[in-house]
């Protein structure tokens, strides 16, 4: 759909579904006008939203390119453009244009492997594109453990998708974890870097980590106690964008453009940087 | 995004007249964030709110624009219609369509545009709108009222009657004011004196009531509810507390030659001085203009003679802080100066004098003891003429008078034909008029009597000229009805001149931040509904001070004044003006600059600890608005650079999205 | 007089930073020509000696660096200051910008500034070196050998309409003070102002059109310290970030002027600054003649405390349309 | 090589300019010039360095991307650009003629910008070798050859004449087209410039800073370096030296609502700007150092990084003359590669 | 012949207490003003930023009016003390870069002015048209 030589012009795409997914997140299904999925997509690329005066922004696509009927983002709310997208109505026509960034290497590195996936809050959005790639291929990968936490049991993305489906699929093991003690939450309370230790996953995985920066640090320093070396640990990076295309010049850290070269980064990759995402 | 509703009123014909409502409603349907649009025959009525109260629920709407009259008019409607359906009142937006559009343009097509325009305009606002909540202030239940005359007499006893305190403050040596200068009261012909002693003492009897008198505001501070006001109260040399009014100094003061102005200087008083009989309170006043031992030291007469010791010739003006709920300006009136009427020979002739001149001369404690007689002569008077209209209704001569209708000139000037005519009817009494106006309870009956019964001449005429000639007075006037001219001789003209508001009332009004019309008349919030109040919240009009009034009309005002105040004060917190300013501390600077221009000393500054990169902290100097004292100007929000200053309710960007909404 | 050389600052410096009255300073740092001195801070008179300079191209103010610089820590910060430069540490004092207390002011002489440009503008690019014997100034060129040139008249602008040679603050004065100079700083306001409206139309717009919205006249300028400029903020409604067109270079030049209308000292570092030549200053300087007129004369800067005269009022003011009927002659 | 007569100059721009856009670096005040769109009889200026560089026509301040329009739910896209025209850049320096390869590199690679593609398809340059450099020309110090300029066409110009060079296909298309107003030689004149242009770069005062330091992978050595902290010190984080670049190319798209719709446009922007990077969720770059850094990391490690050693920055000079501190590369690269001045 | 009348916009800015008051009354009284005239309501003329009238020209303005109270009278004592100063000096800085002076006033009307208040905008409707199309403040794309 989007004329690659036209970079920076979007497409008109309509919200057709919109999901209270948490207090502050909310999920959008995007289709073309004519019900057709904007792009194909690989997991952990992200595309530029935007509505006219309003602004633009980057969001990771949250749905798997193995969904062959829609995309969908999941988006909390902070800043003007996620407010104004949280309150849009379905039938709300907006831009998008992509998809942007490398995506998770799932034909590549990820291969054959066992695979861990560690999320915290909303960076389980990126997170859930793998995830359910995976499933849909399960033949290609090994084990599959998620680890997923959140302040609190209302603010647990895809809840539902979780608890009827991945908790449902006997190939997956689902560990989930709110912050503090809650009533009517009868599973592991505690920080997810604890969990992580806690669990002791065995190090021949490959880890992809996402979420907020403070449990990335404290995860890593769990996996690296577990015998994750660097190689083993993916995680996506957000930074502030506008192009999309490596040429504005916002997201280049070192001499990397997280909009073209990542988002999507392996630890190692990323200690190469400069400390400045 | 806002979920508006639209709601056009049509305001029976005054809108839907000159604007084409239903296309108004179209229009505005498709404005970003409007969801509902309607219209309706009248807005404001019981069924007009049903509408919007069902719109809110039925659309869940966030915000609402009525596209109606004044927002002035019904805005507070509007805001409890829409809180009434649990809308934030402020989400609210009234677009005026009827004084601003519908009733001054006459083209459909040019009203109906600027109708939509306007609409849009107040759509772009509200789409920024946030809902506000009010702050709360405690209320001082105290009142002060500001004035001594009938006005302020009757407020402070309905106010002080309710159980609350109030202090009268009078620039007079007595309250008491113009009426205790009065002889008799039109229509019904009682004594002046005899209806408004009682309540004077009433007043000063009231243990709820504390009287200011000789003195003025000097300085008004604060706010509805919480008034700071600084009462300048003058030396009267005389200890208030100690003197028993027994007038004895008054009759020893060897000055005698002070003209004395209780009766317009037509007679003498001393330098010592009780104004009159039934003052109140009752104590003596030295006029240090004229106290020989205030001026040279030398003399104390009034001292010795004095049993109670209460003379104190090193009094200074005292200055009194005092916290006030509510204040009344009851500040009245005086005749206008007739210095600028010389055709009228005012200051020729002693025999020309004014109404209020008049009613002294007629009166029993008058400086003639009530025997009329001519002021040059002594001589009692054969033929009078009074003149109605002097200064007032004066479009064309506005330099020197007034042009709206002193309203009760027409009224006096019969009682006093008819007293005269009833006391010396060998006397000739020739009214001359413009038209006499006797609208209210058995004025007219009143007027005929003297016309009628009396037999007082009224000629429809204006008078051009009176000049001296020998001891009599030329009158030159016109007889419009017998369309000729006329030249009367009298013995004594009597000159209806207009009122006017006292001078203290434009200094007040300054103070007190109530706006005046050009005549320097108090404003009233508004003309018909609010008319006892003054725009600034806590402050409030009786009597003559907001217009021309007589007697009845002034002590119902006082009445109705006494009550707002004392609904005001009957509450324990008073909820504020929650569109007040706001300090983005992010971004202040710290400046002053909107200190320095805030009128009310809101913002105060504080020094606050913020982060800073790399885990340092930075301690920065940042503004605060006390938004209990902040009246919402939004002064601050120009004088400061960064923008950190903004004002609730009228923030900058719903400014600029009115702006762009009309230019676009 | 004592002539006032690098040495004798340098020493002043080491002797305020060994007794710890301060712990660093702020002063001007020699560049790779003669005239690219970049202002900087000292932590030892080691550092000065290697790199401190001060002469003719000194021109740099250190008051606004102060508002950072003092929030960093307890120390006393010490600084050099002009006297021009001593005005504007006067008026962010007024605006509690900074604590004085935190500052060791040391004032210095100026007999005024070299504009590198307008030397260039005498004898083209290719400078190798210059340097100033009495009221002249000795250019070395490239191409051309050595030229001369009176210092009056390759001062920069400021500095030609220089407004005072007198320090109205300082902890400790090096050589003698001067006076409040009589100067002509406004014949350039006037000359516009008698042209006609097309004229001054036309003049403007074709100055204000070579504006790139660089920002460097703002944050020179020693007045606008806001923690964040309007222009800057999204939330402000006239955020912008380019002059998309005349509109905007317009009024981001008139807020601006305005913002500082009554605070500025005239300092004319904006129009040193500007890397595309207009003469911004004559902007400020209206609004001070401006105010000058209207209000009765007003220094921003000269008495810490004062209050600025859009903070202030009189009741008998006179009417906009006064004010622009007075501009009209 | 064709020859122009200095007295014909301007009928050669003339007939330039009848059927090409033409610019032409014209003085404004004394000692600046900027490029202009020519107009019969203006005068071509010797300044050696316009105050913005020509890069403006290539990748201009502002440039409006697209349009939209909406009407309830519904947005319309519009690409509303125009059928673009050839235009010639006359007079551009050797340093300037440089930076559009480093602007290439940036807007020509996948996805290509098409803006920017559809400007440099049409645009023609005639380069200008400087005849006389300016003490702040340090453009050998990036492999550049003042004398040499590349370009479509390059041009000598000496005490009274022009020497036209086509260079390359586009360029000779444009000579062809001028055969009337220059004539043929052998071009004698503009290599005896070429010699005494090679004597005057070598007695230039930077003639002799290197950036071998510097270059590809160096992030780690230079990154942390102390240095930075007194650098950055005065720096105001104004955008002079970001704006009068002519490699520089950070941009930031915004929305602007017209009377009816809304206008996407591009816009040069800073990476010196502290909002540069800000975003709700946090500040990357907290301090000007950081800001500061990035700029002449960029120029001088991460983009020869990713481009085959080639650095950003060609040596024009122009921040030397206009940072308002008289902070610039060259300093940073003396203080970073451990030269002192004396 | 065709005869395209230019209709000026009109941009007024009123304080809530006199001015906004005084156009109501110009309007309870029938006062006829041209509708070009729209007024904003903000509570007092000081409230009105030099950013907003510049932002009405851009926005396709031909003249901007601020009405107060008089200079006395403020609701808030003071606000159009200041409000004269700061437009005085606006006023004669857009008349120094060329910007006819027209185009901008300030008048005090109180809420008893009606017909002060409809003379005023008659007036300045008047002046404007005379002075055409806003060109000098303009912004384009503002106007397509």
Redesign the interface.
């Known amino acids: 759909m989007n004329n690659i030589n036209e970079a920076l012009i979007p497409a008109v795409c309509e919200i057709v579904a919109i999901r209270q997914d948490t207090p502050d997140v909310k999920t959008f299904r995007v289709l073309t006008p004519d019900g057709k999925k904007p792009f194909i997509h690989k997991p952990g690329q992200c595309a530029m939203l935007s509505m006219p005066g309003v602004g633009e922004a980057l969001f990771s696509i949250t749905s798997s390119p193995t969904n062959k009927e829609y995309i969908e983002f999941s988006i909390k709310k902070c800043g003007c453009v996620t407010e104004w997208l949280h309150a849009a109505e379905v039938g709300q026509q907006i831009t998008v244009r992509g998809p942007y960034g490398n995506g998770f290497p799932v034909e590549t590195e990820f291969k054959g492997k066992d695979m861990l996936f560690i999320a915290g809050g909303i960076g389980l959005a990126p997170v859930r594109s793998v995830i359910n790639y995976v499933r849909d291929n399960r033949a290609n990968y090994g084990k599959v453990d998620i680890v997923y936490g959140s302040r609190s049991k209302d603010d647990l993305v895809f809840f539902e998708e979780i608890i009827n489906e991945w908790k449902n699929d006997p190939t997956v093991n689902v560990h989930l974890t709110i912050d503090r003690e809650q009533e009517g939450w009868d599973g592991h309370v505690g920080f997810v870097p604890s969990y992580v230790k806690e669990l002791g996953f065995d190090s021949n995985k490959t880890a992809v980590l996402c979420g907020p920066p403070i449990m990335i640090k404290f995860t890593l320093q769990g996996l690296a106690e577990l015998g994750f070396s660097n190689e083993q640990v993916f995680t996506t990076l957000e930074l502030r964008m506008k192009c999309g295309i490596g040429k504005c010049g916002r997201c280049n850290v070192g001499s990397k453009y997280v909009c073209k070269d990542g988002p999507v980064f392996r630890m190692d990759q990323l200690e190469e940087l400069p400390d400045e995402y | 995004?806002?979920r508006i509703g639209v709601f056009v009123c049509w305001c029976g014909s005054n809108i839907a007249g000159t604007v084409d409502v239903k296309a108004v409603a179209e229009a505005l349907k498709?404005e970003p964030g409007v969801v509902h649009s309607a219209n309706y025959q009248y807005m404001c009525s019981q069924a007009g709110q049903e509408l919007i109260k069902d719109a809110i629920k039925e659309h869940k709407l966030t915000g609402i624009v009525v596209c109606s009259c004044?927002?002035?008019?019904h805005e507070g409607t509007f805001r409890k219609t829409a809180e009434a359906a649990g809308l934030n009142p402020y989400m609210v937006e009234i677009a005026?369509i009827?004084?601003?559009?519908s009733?001054?343009?006459?083209d459909i097509a040019?009203?109906t545009?600027?109708a939509i325009?306007?609409g849009r305009?107040a759509i772009a606002k509200v789409n920024l709108n946030a809902p506000l909540m009010a702050g709360e202030s405690p209320v001082t239940k105290r009142a002060l009222v500001i004035g001594g005359g009938i006005a302020g007499i009757q407020t402070a006893l309905d106010i002080a009657d309710a159980g609350f305190e109030v202090d009268i403050v009078e620039t007079k040596p007595t309250i008491g004011g113009k009426m205790a200068q009065l002889d008799k009261t039109f229509p019904t012909l009682d004594c002046a004196a005899c209806i408004l002693t009682p309540k004077m003492v009433d007043v000063a009897q009231h243990e709820k009531i504390k009287i200011y008198s000789y003195s003025e505001v000097v300085d008004v501070r604060g706010f509805v509810g919480n008034f700071e006001v600084t009462i300048k109260k003058r030396a009267r040399f005389v200890k208030e507390d100690i003197c028993t009014g027994c007038g004895l100094c008054t009759e020893k003061c060897p000055q005698k030659k002070v003209p004395n102005e209780f009766n317009l200087g037509m007679d003498n008083r001393r330098a010592i001085y009780i104004p009159f009989a039934q003052a109140v309170p009752k104590v003596a006043t030295i006029d240090p203009n004229y106290c020989t031992m205030l001026k040279t030291g030398k003399c104390g007469v009034c001292a010795k003679v004095c049993t109670a010791n209460a003379i104190d010739y090193t009094q200074k003006d005292e200055f009194i802080d005092q916290k006030y709920g509510a204040i009344v300006a009851a500040t009245g009136f005086n005749p206008i100066s007739m210095e600028k009427f010389d055709e009228f020979a005012y200051s020729q002739s002693k025999d020309v004098i004014t109404s209020l001149e008049f009613e002294r001369l007629m009166n029993a404690a008058g400086p003639t003891a009530g025997k009329l007689v001519r002021p040059s002569d002594g001589k009692h008077p054969q033929k009078i003429v009074f003149v109605q209209c002097v200064g007032s209704r004066c479009a064309a001569c506005a330099e020197k008078g007034k042009e709206y209708c002193s309203k009760i000139c027409c009224m006096y000037t019969a009682k006093h034909a008819m007293l005269t005519r009833d006391k010396y009817p060998d006397t000739d009494v020739t009214v001359f008029y413009i038209d006499v106006r006797t609208p209210g309870k058995n004025f007219d009956e009143f007027y005929r009597r003297a016309a009628e019964e009396y037999g007082v001449h009224y000629i429809k005429g204006m008078v051009g000229k009176i000049s001296p000639e020998g001891d009599k007075l030329m009158v030159r006037a016109s007889d419009l009805l017998a369309n000729k001219q006329i030249n009367m001789e009298a013995d004594l003209v009597v000159l209806a001149a207009a009122i006017e508001p006292d001078k203290s009332a434009r200094p007040l009004?300054?103070m007190l931040?109530a706006?005046?019309?050009?005549n320097d008349f108090f404003?009233e919030a508004h003309p018909k509904l609010r008319p006892v109040e003054s725009?600034?919240a806590g402050v409030f009009l009786s009597g003559c001070c907001q217009g021309p009034k007589d007697i009845p009309e002034t002590v119902s005002q006082a009445g109705a004044a006494a009550a707002k105040v004392i609904g005001l004060l009957a509450k324990d917190k008073l909820k504020g003006n929650p569109?007040v300013a706001h300090s983005d501390e992010?971004?202040?600077?710290?400046?002053?600059?909107c200190e320095?221009?805030c009128?009310?000393g809101a913002i105060t500054?504080e020094d606050k600890e913020f982060r800073?990169?790399?885990r340092?902290t930075?301690?920065?100097?940042i503004a605060k608005v006390n938004e209990a004292i902040c009246?919402?100007?939004?002064?601050c929000?120009?004088?400061c650079?960064?923008?950190?200053m903004d004002?609730k309710g009228?923030a900058?960007?719903q400014?600029?999205a009115?702006?762009?909404a009309?230019?676009? | 007089m004592q002539k006032i050389n690098r040495e004798v600052l340098i020493n002043k410096a080491n002797e305020l930073l060994s007794n710890g009255t301060i712990n660093r300073v702020f002063g001007w740092e020699k560049g790779d020509f003669s005239y690219d001195v970049t202002p900087t801070i000292y932590f030892t008179a080691d550092q000065m000696n290697k790199k401190f300079i001060f002469d003719d191209f000194c021109g740099a103010n250190f008051s606004k660096y102060l508002v950072a610089e003092t929030k960093k820590d307890q120390n006393k910060v010490g600084v050099f200051l002009k006297p021009c430069d001593t005005y504007s540490f006067n008026q962010l004092l007024t605006e509690h910008r900074f604590d004085k207390e935190k500052v060791y002011a040391i004032g210095v002489p100026c007999d005024g500034m070299v504009d590198e440009k307008k030397i260039k503008a005498f004898f083209g690019e290719g400078i190798s070196s210059i340097t100033s014997e009495g009221d002249e100034i000795i250019v070395d060129t490239l191409y051309d050998g050595v030229k001369k040139v009176k210092k009056a008249d390759v001062l920069q602008e400021r500095c030609q309409n220089c407004k005072s040679k007198k320090h109205v603050y300082y902890d400790e004065l090096i050589g003698e003070d001067g006076e409040v100079l009589d100067s002509n700083r406004f014949d350039e306001v006037e000359k516009l102002e008698k042209m006609t409206a097309d004229e001054r139309f036309a003049f403007w717009q074709n100055e204000l059109s070579k504006c790139i919205r660089c920002n460097a006249c703002r944050d020179v300028c020693p007045a606008c310290t806001c923690e964040k400029c309007v222009f800057n903020n999204p939330n402000s409604g006239v955020e912008n970030k380019s002059p998309a067109n005349e509109f905007e270079e317009k009024m981001f030049h008139i807020i601006r002027a305005f913002h500082v209308a009554g605070r500025c000292t005239d300092c004319g570092e904006c129009s040193r600054v500007c890397p595309q030549g207009i003469p911004l200053h004559l902007l400020n300087r209206k609004f001070i003649k401006d105010i000058n007129s209207f209000y009765g004369n007003y220094q921003a800067g000269e008495q810490e405390g004062s209050r600025a005269p859009l903070t202030n009022y009189t009741k008998e003011d006179l009417e906009p349309s006064e004010a622009v009927n007075k501009g009209d002659n | 090589m064709r020859k122009c007569l200095l007295q014909n100059q301007n009928k050669l721009f003339d007939q330039i300019s009848s059927f090409a856009s033409l610019y032409i670096p014209v003085e404004t005040t004394g000692g600046n010039a900027s490029f202009k769109k020519y107009e019969q009889g203006m005068v071509m200026s010797d300044v050696l360095k316009t105050d913005r560089s020509p890069k403006d026509l290539f990748f201009p301040q502002t440039e409006n991307l697209m349009e939209f329009k909406t009407s309830g739910k519904n947005i319309e896209v519009i690409d509303n650009r125009k059928e673009s025209e050839d235009f010639v850049v006359f007079g551009v320096r050797g340093c300037d003629v440089k930076s559009f390869e480093v602007l290439d590199r940036v807007f020509l690679v996948e996805p290509v910008d098409t803006y920017y593609a559809t400007r440099r398809e049409h645009g023609i340059i005639v380069s200008m070798a400087c005849g006389r450099p300016a003490e702040t020309c340090f453009c050998q110090t990036f492999g550049i050859d003042a004398s040499a300029p590349e370009g479509d066409i390059v041009c000598y110009k000496t005490e009274d004449a022009l020497y036209l060079d086509a260079k390359t296909e586009k360029g000779k298309n444009l000579l062809s087209k001028l055969a009337d107003v220059t004539e043929e030689s052998d071009g004698k004149e503009a290599l005896k410039q070429k010699e005494q242009i090679k004597t005057v770069l070598a007695k230039l005062p930077l003639a002799n800073l290197k950036a071998d330091s510097f270059g590809k992978d160096k992030t780690k050595e230079f990154f942390d370096a102390p240095e930075w902290q007194i650098l950055s010190k005065s720096c105001l984080g104004c955008g002079t030296c970001t704006f009068v670049c002519p490699t520089c190319q950070c941009y930031d798209i915004k929305d602007f609502k017209t009377k009816d719709g809304v206008q996407r446009f591009r816009c040069w922007d800073s990476c010196m700007y502290s909002e540069f990077t800000k975003m709700s969720a946090g500040q990357p770059r907290l301090t000007q150092l950081e800001r500061f850094r990035q700029r002449f990391m960029h120029k001088l490690v991460y983009y020869p990084t990713n481009n085959d050693g080639l650095f950003s920055c060609v040596g024009c000079g122009r921040c030397i003359s206009k940072c308002p501190i008289s902070m610039n590369i060259v300093k940073v690269m003396k203080a970073l590669g451990g030269i002192d001045n004396e | 012949m065709q005869v395209n009348e230019f209709k000026p916009k009109i941009v007024a800015f009123c304080c809530n207490w006199c001015s906004y008051a005084g156009a109501d009354l110009a309007g309870s009284n029938r006062l006829a003003y041209p509708a070009e005239v729209k007024v904003i309501r903000v509570p007092c003329s000081c409230r009105v930023n030099p950013m907003f009238i510049l932002r009405a020209f851009q926005r396709g303005a031909d003249g901007v009016i601020i009405c107060g109270c008089h200079p006395g009278d403020c609701h808030y004592t003071s606000g159009n003390y200041y409000t004269r100063r700061r437009m005085a000096l606006l006023f004669s800085m857009l008349d120094y870069l060329g910007i006819e002076k027209g185009r901008t006033r300030v008048e005090w009307v109180s809420a008893a002015e009606g017909a002060k208040f409809a003379q005023t905008m008659n007036d300045f409707v008047q002046t404007v048209t005379a002075l055409g199309e806003n060109k000098r403040l303009e912004d384009l794309r503002c106007k397509k």
């Open positions: 995004m806002q498709n004044s927002p002035r008019m005026n009827r004084e601003q559009c009733w001054i343009h006459k040019e009203g545009e600027k325009v306007l305009t009004a300054t931040t706006s005046m019309d050009t404003t725009p600034t569109c992010m971004m202040c600077n710290g400046c002053s600059s320095k221009v009128p009310y500054y800073g990169p790399n340092t930075l301690i920065r100097r009246q919402g100007c939004g002064c929000t120009v004088a650079p960064s923008g950190a004002l009228f900058s960007k400014i600029m009115e702006v762009d009309i230019c676009k």
